[in-house]
């Protein structure tokens, strides 16, 4: 026997220190390549078909899924407790609603409580009613007894006042008042 290698011999192995277990090194095949921006436009030359393909079916996911959704829309107002004023709330237009805040249970005597005063009038119906008046929100509030057509109620007794108030408060108006900070 000779002591020359025969082809059958096993591959040889390098020893990393720290790493134990059997692992393999495969060689790179000789016409592995780089990537390059003309290796990519031949593929994409190549494929062309189902990448238009992706592209169409990509784009009418997207449409169809802005044409489904319904648009939310939020507003949010944080009302901070102020400091007490002496004598008045220095909150000019609401000092004449003095006596009608006294009976909501609202004080208007030496110390004012603001964010009382401003929780009282946010809440109350003569700003939902001019809110609802102002911003003509009648149709949209009652859509489905609207026709925007011919601009006129589609039932026999048009939704009163009252009903759009209750709607507003119920359906899109919410006010919370934050326990830990007392914020609402």
């Given at each position: 026997m000779s002591d020359t290698k025969n082809s059958e011999s096993p591959p040889s192995r390098r020893v990393v220190p720290g790493i134990q277990g059997y692992f393999?090194?495969?060689?790179?095949?000789?016409?592995?390549?780089?990537?390059?921006?003309?290796?990519?436009?031949?593929?994409?030359?190549?494929?062309?078909?189902?990448?238009?393909?992706?592209?169409?079916?990509?784009?009418?996911?997207?449409?169809?899924?802005?044409?489904?959704?319904?648009?939310?829309y939020r507003a949010s107002v944080t009302i901070a407790p102020a400091e007490d004023v002496e004598g008045g709330s220095g909150l000019g237009a609401l000092d004449q609603l003095g006596g009608i805040a006294s009976l909501a249970g609202v004080p208007l005597d030496a110390k004012v409580d603001k964010t009382q005063l401003a929780m009282a009038?946010?809440?109350?119906?003569?700003?939902?009613?001019?809110?609802?008046?102002?911003?003509?929100?009648?149709?949209?509030?009652?859509?489905?007894?609207?026709?925007?057509?011919?601009?006129?109620?589609?039932?026999?007794?048009?939704?009163?006042m009252n009903q759009a108030i209750v709607s507003l408060d119920q359906g899109v108006r919410k006010i919370a008042r934050v326990p830990t900070t007392g914020l609402y």
């Amino acid at each position: 026997m000779s002591d020359t290698k025969n082809s059958e011999s096993p591959p040889s192995r390098r020893v990393v220190p720290g790493i134990q277990g059997y692992f393999i090194e495969t060689p790179l095949r000789g016409d592995v390549q780089g990537a390059t921006f003309t290796r990519m436009w031949q593929q994409c030359r190549a494929h062309w078909l189902w990448l238009l393909l992706a592209m169409i079916i990509g784009g009418a996911v997207g449409i169809l899924a802005f044409v489904k959704t319904t648009p939310v829309y939020r507003a949010s107002v944080t009302i901070a407790p102020a400091e007490d004023v002496e004598g008045g709330s220095g909150l000019g237009a609401l000092d004449q609603l003095g006596g009608i805040a006294s009976l909501a249970g609202v004080p208007l005597d030496a110390k004012v409580d603001k964010t009382q005063l401003a929780m009282a009038y946010l809440t109350s119906d003569a700003l939902t009613r001019e809110f609802i008046i102002d911003n003509n929100l009648m149709p949209v509030l009652f859509s489905k007894s609207w026709d925007s057509k011919s601009q006129k109620w589609t039932s026999e007794e048009p939704p009163t006042m009252n009903q759009a108030i209750v709607s507003l408060d119920q359906g899109v108006r919410k006010i919370a008042r934050v326990p830990t900070t007392g914020l609402y």
